[in-house]
């Protein structure tokens, strides 16, 4: 079996690069409904272990039914040199959109009244609170 260097080429040192690469390799192997499903998180030389992660656990369990059919498949096809795989569930990131600072547009009407009924408070925050909010003007 092949050092996992010369499977992949040149000494790859960047982590990210090394995922992509494995990425590209190991994916077509798994069946085609679950590609989109699953990525390579690492892979450690030393002990020859891939570790897979599933975007549910469905799929992380499914990957782990066809555990001895992935490795005899890495290592016949394509001499990768893996003893073992772990396969990880992780849900993936959804990216939420920023909440909207929302001013209240007041009417120059709404904007006076506020203002005036801040001139009768005694309570300084309420006070600046009610005149920061008739500046919020449709102006």
Known sequence: MQSIDK????????????IEKLNAVILPLLP????????????????????LIADS?????????????????LQTELSFPVSSFKVKFQQPVKNKPEAKKHLPNLSNESAELIRQTANCVEDEELKDALIRLSKNTDQ
């Open 7 to 18: 499977f992949l080429g040149s000494q790859i040192t960047d982590k990210k690069l090394l």
């Open 32 to 51: 085609e409904i679950s590609q989109s499903h699953i990525t390579t998180a690492s892979y450690n030389k030393d002990s020859q272990v891939l570790t």
């Open 57 to 73: 656990p469905v799929w992380a369990a499914r990957l782990r039914t066809q555990h001895r059919n992935i490795i005899n498949k």
